[in-house]
């Protein structure tokens, strides 16, 4: 091949990765199951992270440099990393080698002298300008009122700007989706720092306290803009024998009251002393009591909860899912931000679906589609090392390490294939009769009357969707049955869908037609009704008023 074609055939493939990104993306994730990192090592991991990293405010983008020159000093740095948050409001993130140069930094660093504001040793610095040519130093933040936006780059894109009309193929939509709304590395960096800003809070007098993120932070489903949940781990003592001097201790109850007293101090710990927290609230009489607060340095909104160590195993649980095959998360992602963009999901608590239980809802969908496995599978293959009862004496014992279980079944489904799949399975779902099992992967009896049933997997006598009316889960079904039907018509229509029209959701000039749909159901309860039925048939109007009154 001479010089001139190899050129034309370098920048054709550089065109090509331009182009279609995404595709290198699903290449790159395919296999996924044998890169697949366990989630205590991850979790180590990006702890380890945090602890060498200090979050520094600085006046522009051109204070960088000179940051970075000063930051030296300390120690090699690793990673440096700027974000800017609406308006003038300028951070990096840096991370050393090593941790003695975070702590030899904030020894030097210095705190304003403002009777105002509160002394507090915190990762989360400001960087003096050099203005009287004096040598810039770094100055503690302390708890002062900080003038917050939102943060640009922090902010998920609007879906309409990311181009997923410029692609064909609804897979690849679904996966430039995931790819650019999910969590990226800064973000989350960002959320194990603000969970170490606690943790170093109470390392004092609480020396084995961990303060873990859990949710969508870590389980592989998070947004951009997705919440931080964290949760304040009791220590997990070892007792070294040889030690003959013991330090003298107080007895807690993990009682509901205590439970509820820790969640009190902890609001006011984040509320009088904490730097970037503002806007703390005490839920303390929610079935879990936690502190709601915002961290102005990160841009995000925070549930800080005590001793919740099953939703950190839910967490692990998630995560190993999630990373099972390269289908999970656009296949969750897509579904997520088509419940709310069509407002079936709200941001604040309710009777309506969470994305909890959507996430759910679509991993059941995968253990009927074979590409995941139930659970009591992974519990059965689990090893010594996997046991874990909690200190509420919760069972969280399963496999951990995916990577050595055997694939039965080879599923080669695509992911349109999957996503129409999901909207046709639950909208013919019986919901008033059927409750849905993750742990043996099938659809159960209800144990007891909720409009929608899913079993909590890691404590199986439970509803994590017990707050959902029978209204929403009516609204969900139809909501269902309209995306199977929009994307079916379009896809026998012009063989091509715009993911953005799933998105545009309850069409009022096709009510008509869903009404019609539901009617066709009840008369054929055993099948969906497909496209091609709702045109052979001209019965449409018949007790379209009834039904109306039905939908409204
Ligand atoms: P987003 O924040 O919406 O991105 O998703 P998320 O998974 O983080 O949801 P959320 O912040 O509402 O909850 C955080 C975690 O708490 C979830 O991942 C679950 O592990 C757990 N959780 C949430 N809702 C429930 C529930 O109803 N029951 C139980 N048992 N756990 C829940
Ligand atoms: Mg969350």
């Known amino acids: 091949m001479n010089k001139s074609s190899l050129r034309r055939l370098c920048n054709l493939h ?15 994730t395919s296999n996924d199951i044998n890169s697949f990192v366990l989630y205590d090592k991850y979790i180590c991991e990006r702890r380890s992270q945090s602890k060498c990293s200090v979050l520094v405010q600085v006046s522009s983008e051109n204070s960088c440099s000179d940051l970075y020159s000063y930051c030296s000093k300390f120690g090699a740095i690793k990673n440096i990393f700027h974000y800017q948050l609406a308006g003038s409001n300028h951070f990096v993130l840096t991370e050393f080698e090593d941790q003695s140069s975070v702590n030899s930094l904030l020894d030097q660093s210095t705190h304003i002298k403002d009777s105002n504001v509160i002394a507090v040793r915190s990762p989360f610095l400001w960087f003096r300008s050099n203005t ?4 810039s130093k770094l100055s503690i933040a302390g708890k002062f009122n900080f003038p917050f936006k939102a943060n640009q780059t922090m902010i998920e894109p609007n879906i309409k700007d990311i181009g997923l009309e410029k692609l064909d193929s609804l897979s690849n939509q679904m996966l430039l989706l995931l790819e650019c709304t ?16 606690i943790e170093n809070a109470l390392k004092g007098i609480f020396p084995l306290s961990k303060v873990l993120p859990f949710g969508s932070s870590v389980n592989s489903f998070g947004k951009i803009g997705s919440d931080i949940d964290l949760v304040l781990m009791d220590s997990q003592t070892t007792e070294n024998e040889t030690s003959r001097l013991i330090f003298h201790g107080k007895c807690v109850s993990n009682s509901r009251t205590q439970i509820q007293r820790n969640i009190e101090i902890l609001g006011d710990l984040l509320q009088l002393f904490l730097p970037g927290c503002s806007r703390v609230k005490r839920i303390s009489q929610a079935r879990v009591p936690i502190v709601k607060y915002s961290q102005d340095f990160v841009g995000v909104e925070c549930d800080l909860a005590v001793s919740n160590e099953t939703a950190v195993n839910m967490s692990e649980l998630l995560y190993i899912f999630g990373n099972y095959d390269y289908r999970v998360r656009p296949l969750v992602f897509t579904v997520k931000m088509w419940a709310k ?10 009777r309506w679906i969470t994305n909890f239980s959507l996430t759910l809802l679509v991993l059941f969908y995968l253990q009927q589609e074979k590409i995941i496995p139930d659970i009591q599978t992974l519990v059965k293959q689990a090893r010594n090392n996997d046991v874990r009862i909690t ?18 079944v080879e599923n080669n489904k695509t992911l349109d294939q999957l996503l129409l799949g999901f909207f046709e399975y639950f909208a013919s779902f019986d919901f008033n009769t059927n409750a849905i099992s993750l742990n043996f992967g099938k659809k159960i009896n209800k144990p007891e009357y909720s409009a ?8 199986v006598h439970f509803n994590v969707s017990k707050n959902i009316s029978s209204e929403e889960v009516e609204r969900f079904r139809i909501e269902l049955r309209n995306a199977a039907w929009t994307i079916d018509s379009s ?10 029209d799933l998105f545009k959701g309850f069409d009022v000039s096709k009510k008509s037609q869903i009404i019609f749909d539901i009617q066709h159901q009840i008369k054929n309860p055993n099948r969906l009704v497909t496209v091609k039925d709702l045109f052979d048939d001209d019965s449409q109007t018949h007790e379209d008023t009834r039904l109306n009154k039905q939908l409204k």
């Open 491 to 500: 896809l026998m229509n012009t063989n091509s869908f715009n993911l953005l």
């Open 391 to 408: 200190n509420e004496g919760i069972n969280c014992t399963f496999l951990r390490d995916v990577s050595k279980l055997n694939r039965v």
């Open 132 to 135: 009287s040519k004096k040598i």
């Open 182 to 197: 999910q969590l990226n590395d800064i973000g989350t960096r960002l959320r194990f720092l603000t969970a170490m800003q």
């Open 341 to 350: 963009e069509i407002n079936l999901t709200n941001d604040t608590p309710g």
């Open 14 to 28: 550089e065109h090509l990765i331009k182009q279609h990104r995404v595709i290198r993306y699903k290449s790159k």
């Open 452 to 459: 929608l049933y899913i079993v909590n997997p890691l404590e």
